[in-house]
């Protein structure tokens, strides 16, 4: 037991010779490496608050100026939107309403004499209801394109049908008008309908 003792402590003594390991040498180096580089001796940099308070002013002013640029964007976009629901909001029931119009234009077209004296009362009513239905119509500001023979063609409101000579209009200029068109607002619901003039013919 005794042997087996003074083994152990010689083995020790070995790994612990400083001679074969300097540990105090090693912890010195590591020191010298690790804080070489830190100035004890430097003072910490002052910070004026009257300079720290005025970018923090500045910087609450900025952020307070673009909250109230977004606030405004916000409200003009909304009112936009607002105005737009309100004039093109029916926009689609009205062009539905276009075709009772263009019913009741037609029919009124083709009573005679005969049948306007023999049906007095019921040809008044569907003139009625039509000039009620375009009144109703400029009411919402619905109006009706109505071109006429010889009008320069425009493709932003007329839609051509078809083209044909005709010696009497000049080339690009209707000649016939099939359908009225309607705007509403500032855009147009329907193009007017019409045939143009390709020019005297040969």
């Known amino acids: 037991m005794g042997k087996k003792h003074e083994d152990l402590d010689v083995s020790l003594d070995r790994f612990l010779d400083e001679d074969e390991f300097p540990l105090d040498k090693i912890d010195e180096e590591e020191s010298e ?17 009257v300079e720290q308070l005025q970018a923090e002013v500045a910087q609450l002013k900025d ?38 119009n263009d ?13 306007r004296e023999a049906n007095k009362g019921l040809i008044e009513g569907i003139e009625l209801t039509q000039r009620e239905l375009l009144s109703a119509f400029a009411s919402h500001k619905i109006v009706p394109v109505t071109p006429a023979v010889g009008d320069k063609f425009d493709p932003n409101i007329h839609q051509a049908m078809f083209e044909a000579p005709f010696p009497d209009v000049k080339a690009g200029h209707i000649l016939q008008v099939m359908n009225e068109g309607f705007m509403i607002g500032d855009r147009l619901l329907r193009p007017a309908q019409v045939g143009v003039s390709s020019g005297g013919g040969s």
């Open 103 to 115: 019913n009741m234009k037609r029919a009124l077209e083709t009573v005679t004499d005969e049948q």
């Open 63 to 100: 952020r307070l100026i673009r909250t109230l640029a977004d606030t405004e964007n916000l409200r003009k976009r909304a009112e936009r939107d607002r105005r737009d629901a309100e004039q093109y909001g029916g926009q689609k029931l009205a062009r539905d309403l276009l075709s009772v």
């Open 33 to 49: 490496e690790e804080f070489e580089d830190v100035d004890l001796t430097a003072e910490p940099e002052e910070v004026d608050p």
